[in-house]
């Protein structure tokens, strides 16, 4: 990557202002005559690494001043940091420049993958001016030469205020030559290319120049290369290179490397001058004892040679951002089937020229054993260092693909370390015959447009493996928190997922793909990232994709039902900006486009409930235009008119999310709708403060619907959003304690106040949980933030329901706070209609998990008759979120939906006792 050698570079940048975000855009600087053609602006979300947007760009820079101009690019919805970046990308999909703002974060994905962006030191803070922006000043040629500015009036598609380009002023054309590095080989002779480029093409009269050869520690005498020198060469009108070819002599005599020079003199041409006018040919010694991959690799998780230096030979398999991956010719592997033969090569940038895939390479590097800094409990992954490459030979068949089947990915491991099931393929091409997508293609959302752009990343397993599903208590890689009690259960995170990023090779297609679709010849190299075996597959040929899947409606409700849910919405904002929540404001038609996915999601796939508990809406005028679009969409479809009344009331998010509830007015009579625990605290045990416990206080709604006998039959109905699990293991050192122990308090504490409020309600306690009565009949419902069982650090919903984790198995331990328990829906009952694989209302790095549940008291269970979620979202790739008139992806939560019967009550039998 250029960086700040780079004399075409990101110039300007405005992502936020006062008000709403205006004339948004990235502005281009270089030399006059640059067609951008091909080039783009690729824009990355801090909060995760992965790409959001790509501005694609085209047009020719003006020649403004200095032989320099710019070109603006303007683009709707930068984001606004904290932190975010932007990456320039050439037209050969080279990264040539990583910026950030607002702090710094690792890419994953795209021409960055991998590498860590440059903060450019300023930002705008949403407190400046329309007419501003972020500028480079100072004066120069290269981005290194120029210094970013505090937010000053805008000159998009102009030379910066404070900006001056000091290139010739004949055009500013710069002439450069290259460096080359190459094996010598053992006999015969090698064949070095020089290339002398021009910035831009060569003006009226051409440019002319001599070049010669000279000596380093590689001498002509010595017969270590044939030296070479011409005169009066010419790069004609038009034209932007020239080649020179040094040839070298082969040997067998062990030697270090050694260096030879070009020089380029007597350089004329209008506006021309020079910027690296010395090439250097390396000489790399390939007269050594290679150590092979294997034994680099070695039997065991770690590298027995991790920290040295070895030189080694290996076949190019696959490039990415940030590297290549080498492998041994197939003649040449050894007997031992627990040994890799491929592994990577990390250069931080772009590989070079040499190693092309087919390419046999010699590589002289550290092996290291990579562990990211973001993630301490993972895995290592042996990796080569520092590396120098040399070229060997060209068009190499490629190493044949291990199949992986079943077993491959089931059987234990064969290392000290249970999750390296797939230790022995590690850097190797593999090739998955038949793969059953288990997390559906990610991608970044856009939240003003309400649009979503794909990441190329989706996880399965080959085909006949179950689905895997989030289990019991802390990953296996993780430690135990203190107090570390000493029966903790550990999760093992699942190692039969495979984690497919189908667009990491260049030329690779993106593949977009539902859960339950299969995909068909898999081939790539096996990677490991994010505790995770990942395969890039190779561009050609591509793997073949069927059985995409729609969504699943819930059952429709008897006429004798009466249905309670909940939804997740997801950010669900409107177009008015609120200043004091700084949220994304959405254009009037992102906005519909939400509206029309909503209305669709709650007619024809959850049913219309009853009663719906939603989450994550802004305020009560979007839940009331919500409302009103369902009601005027149902009777348009000739479907019957909810008559959706909305109810929501404001909470303490600092982003600006509440709960509320939408229920049919003509059928369920509402009693009152109260919040609880607004001001509610909780101490914080890193610096002893009083912190607000509920940043989503739940809702109560009290209602009453008439049964068959027309009598009233009253519920109750809580909606929650409790906090979420980010951060429940950060180690990061905060007042006394940590961040994750201050995130595992609040967690507890939640869970003990919805505990207490829910056995308030069940038992009469007015003091606890005014309006109840001793018969209440509770419902408890929402997204909150916790697996069916215990994860190990809190068990929030064994608390709430009345059955905590014992002391010795859950970091945090509760007492029992609720009499009788509550009953959980997700739960395998014998009159339940769910089956333990339909138990997922969301999907966390290829494990299906529950978050959303709906709990009610033993006294509803006579009345209970089906519970079922309705798959709309978690199933589906982001990008479907892009179609307005299509129910999926409006969210990242399914729906839960109970239903009730409205006739005589049947008799249930839960822990023995009937109801």
Not at 537 to 566: L, Q, R
Not at 679 to 699: C, K, M, Q
Request: glycine content about 10%.
């Amino acid at each position: 990557m250029p960086g700040n050698s780079s004399t075409i570079f990101i110039n300007e940048i405005h992502y936020d202002n006062a008000g709403t975000d205006t004339d948004e855009g990235v502005e281009i600087a270089g030399p006059a005559g640059t067609d951008l053609t091909g080039w783009s602006v690729v824009l990355y979300n801090g909060s995760g690494g992965a790409v959001y947007d790509t501005i694609s760009l085209s047009g020719i820079i003006p020649a403004q001043q200095g032989g320099y101009g710019t070109l603006n690019f303007l683009r709707a919805g930068i984001q606004n940091g904290s932190p975010d970046g932007l990456a320039l990308v050439n037209s050969s999909n080279t990264l040539v420049q990583f910026l950030c703002y607002e702090g710094t974060f690792t890419a994953v994905g795209g021409a960055a993958n991998g590498q860590t962006c440059t903060d450019i030191g300023v930002s705008e803070d949403g407190t400046n001016a329309v007419n501003t922006s972020l500028q480079l000043q100072g004066s120069g040629t290269t981005y290194g030469n120029f210094t970013w500015s505090a937010p000053i009036t805008q000159t998009r598609g102009s030379v910066n205020t404070g900006q001056t380009f000091t290139g010739a002023a004949g055009g500013g054309i710069t002439l450069s030559i290259n460096d080359v590095t190459k094996a010598e080989g053992n006999s015969g002779t090698t064949i070095f290319t020089f290339t002398v480029t021009l910035s831009v093409p060569a003006p009226a009269g051409g440019v002319t120049f001599n070049i010669t050869t000279q000596d380093g520690t590689a001498t002509a005498a010595g017969g270590d290369y044939v030296a070479k020198s011409l005169t009066a060469q010419t790069i004609p009108q038009g034209a932007t290179t020239f080649t020179f070819d040094v040839t070298v002599n082969g040997d067998t005599t062990t030697e270090p490397n050694e260096t030879f020079f070009v020089n380029i003199t007597n350089v004329t041409g209008t506006g021309v001058t020079v910027n690296d006018g010395q090439g250097t040919g390396t000489i790399t010694n390939d007269d050594i004892v290679a150590t092979p991959i294997n034994q680099i690799q070695g039997t065991g998780t770690t590298s027995p040679l991790a920290g040295t230096s070895v030189t080694t030979t290996g076949i190019v398999t696959a490039r990415i951002s940030s590297g290549f991956f080498i492998q041994t010719p197939d003649a040449n592997v050894d007997a031992n089937s627990e040994t890799s033969e491929g592994i990577f090569v990390f250069t931080s940038s772009p590989p070079p020229a040499d190693a092309a895939v087919g390419n046999l390479v010699q590589v002289t590097a550290t092996v290291t054993e990579f562990i990211p800094s973001q993630e301490p409990g993972s895995a290592p992954l042996t990796e080569l260092t520092f590396a120098t490459t040399s070229l060997l030979s060209t068009g190499n068949q490629l190493p044949a693909p291990i199949v992986l089947t079943a077993a491959e990915t089931t059987d234990a491991s064969e290392t000290s370390n249970p999750l390296d099931t797939l230790e022995e393929y590690e850097g190797m091409r593999v090739q998955v015959n038949s793969l059953t997508v288990v997390s559906p293609t990610g991608g970044n959302v856009n939240e003003s447009n309400a649009t979503a752009t794909s990441n190329g990343l989706f996880f399965g397993v080959v085909t006949g493996v179950p689905r895997p599903f989030r289990e019991p208590g802390i990953e296996l890689n993780d430690p135990v928190p203190a107090p570390m009690p000493v029966n903790v259960p550990r999760f093992d995170t699942n190692p039969e997922r495979l984690r497919i990023v189908s667009n990491a090779q260049p030329g690779a297609s993106i593949i977009n793909v539902t859960t339950d679709a299969t995909v068909t010849n898999l081939i790539g190299v096996l990677h490991y990232a994010f505790r995770t075996y990942t395969i890039f597959p190779d561009p050609s040929p591509a793997p073949s994709v069927s059985g995409n899947i729609s969504a699943i409606p819930v059952p429709a409700p008897a006429a004798t039902d009466f249905t309670v849910a909940s939804f997740n919405l997801e950010r669900f904002f409107d177009t008015v900006n609120d200043p004091g929540i700084g949220e994304p404001v959405l254009t009037q038609a992102a906005f519909g486009n939400r509206l029309n996915k909503a209305s669709l999601a709650i007619r024809n796939i959850l049913q219309t409930p009853d009663v719906l508990g939603v989450i994550e809406l802004e305020n009560l005028a979007t839940l009331q235009t919500l409302a009103a679009k369902i009601n005027a969409d149902a009777i348009a479809a000739g479907q019957p008119n909810p008559n959706y009344t909305a109810y929501l009331q404001e909470g303490n998010d600092v982003g600006g999310i509440d709960v509320g509830f939408l229920v049919k007015s003509a059928k369920i009579t509402v009693i009152n709708v109260t919040q609880f625990g607004k001001d509610s605290t909780y101490i914080n045990p890193n610096d002893g403060t009083s912190d607000l416990l509920n940043d989503r206080p739940p809702l109560r709604l009290q209602a009453t619907v008439q049964d068959v006998n027309n009598q009233p039959f009253a519920f109750t109905v809580i909606v929650n959003h409790l906090r979420s699990l980010s951060g429940v293991d950060d180690p990061t050192p905060s007042g006394t304690g940590t961040e994750g122990g201050r995130v595992r308090a609040k967690r507890r504490a939640q869970a003990e106040y919805l505990a207490n409020l829910a056995q308030g309600c069940q038992t009469g306690n007015t003091t606890v949980c005014p309006g109840t009565t001793a018969t209440e009949r509770l419902i408890l419902v929402g997204d909150f933030n916790a697996f069916q069982f215990n994860d190990g650090f809190v068990d929030s919903i064994g608390t709430i329901r009345g059955a905590p984790t014992p002391p010795d198995q859950v970091v945090l331990p509760s007492s029992d706070l609720v009499s009788p328990n509550l009953i959980n829906l997700v739960d395998p009952m014998p009159f339940a209609q769910i089956t333990t694989n339909q138990a997922y209302s969301f999907l966390f790095d290829g494990n299906a998990q529950v978050l959303d549940h709906i709990l009610i008291t033993q006294n509803l269970l006579s009345r209970f008759k089906d519970f079922q979620y309705a798959r709309l979202n978690a199933d589906f790739p982001e990008i479907f979120r892009n179609d307005p008139n299509r129910p999926e992806r409006i969210s990242d939560h399914d729906a839960p939906v109970a239903y009730f019967s409205l006739l005589a009550p049947k008799r249930r039998r839960f822990f023995n006792i009937f109801y």
